[in-house]
């Protein structure tokens, strides 16, 4: 049965500094992607990571990927409260079997 | 651009009611997924379809039922409702890899169910 395991899992930091994310699977699988839940609403798509190496960087959020050590990056820059949510990563069990198995999410809080 | 539509968003139902979500998936997207969130839980997979045809089965009762309809869209019936059963429904959409685009499952609003 693949796990996800996403630490932490709860996050409290101040505006302006730097924090990670880390999502640990147990599948061979390379396709990985990043989600944002605000409170009580829909998940959106943040980033899709397709193969070992892979670096994606939108805004203050950088997202990478290590297959072989199964390990994905969430990495926060120069925080702002705009990014308090939940943020998921999910993993496709392998590929041509696109069902998402989700971690268990990191609540992110910025303190002003 | 056009998002995956769900309905109803709420919905109140006692124990032991049916109940019926659906789902428009993004046009052309011809893969829906439905999934089932707990309070403060992650997204449990519950079902999905490719063309009509259900492609993949996890965590979802006997007493829940789907489908996918020749217009794409689908349904999740739920009968003989439980407490345990409130929850956010989401129904994601995707549409097949084509080169250079990936499977980005794109989801729903969800319809949040409060069974009493």
């Known amino acids: 049965e693949l796990k996800v395991e996403q630490n932490p899992l709860f996050l409290s930091m101040q505006e302006g500094k730097n924090y990670t994310i880390y999502c640990n699977y147990s599948?061979?699988?390379?396709?990985l992607y990043w989600y944002r839940q605000d409170p009580g609403k829909s998940l959106e798509s943040l980033f899709v990571?397709?193969?070992?190496?892979a670096v994606k960087q939108e805004g203050r959020l950088m997202a990478s990927l290590d297959t072989k050590a199964r390990l994905s990056t969430l990495h926060i820059t120069a925080a702002v409260h705009d990014l308090s949510a939940t943020y998921f990563c999910?993993?496709?069990?392998?590929?041509?079997?696109?069902?998402?198995?989700f971690g268990t999410g990191t609540r992110l809080t910025i303190i002003p | 651009a056009a998002g995956v539509i769900q309905s109803p968003r709420h919905l109140i139902k006692e124990k032991r009611e049916t109940a019926t979500l659906k789902c428009y998936p993004i046009?052309?997207?011809?893969?829906v997924y439905w999934y089932q969130q707990g309070p403060g839980q992650d997204p449990q997979f519950l079902i999905s379809?490719?063309?009509?045809?259900?492609?993949d089965k996890g965590s979802i009762p006997d007493r829940f039922s789907a489908q996918q309809f020749s217009d794409y869209h689908s349904e999740l019936n739920m009968s003989s409702l439980e407490l345990g059963d409130s929850a956010l429904y989401f129904c994601?959409?995707?549409?097949?890899?084509?080169?250079?685009?990936?499977?980005?499952?794109?989801f729903g609003p969800g319809t949040r169910l409060t069974v009493l």
């Open positions: 379809f490719y063309e009509k045809m259900q492609s």
């Open positions: 999910a993993v496709e069990e392998d590929f041509g079997n696109e069902k998402l198995t």
């Open positions: 990571l397709l193969s070992n190496g």
């Open positions: 994601a959409s995707s549409s097949p890899m084509i080169s250079g685009e990936t499977d980005t499952q794109y």
């Open positions: 599948t061979t699988s390379d396709r």
């Open positions: 046009p052309r997207h011809d893969t």
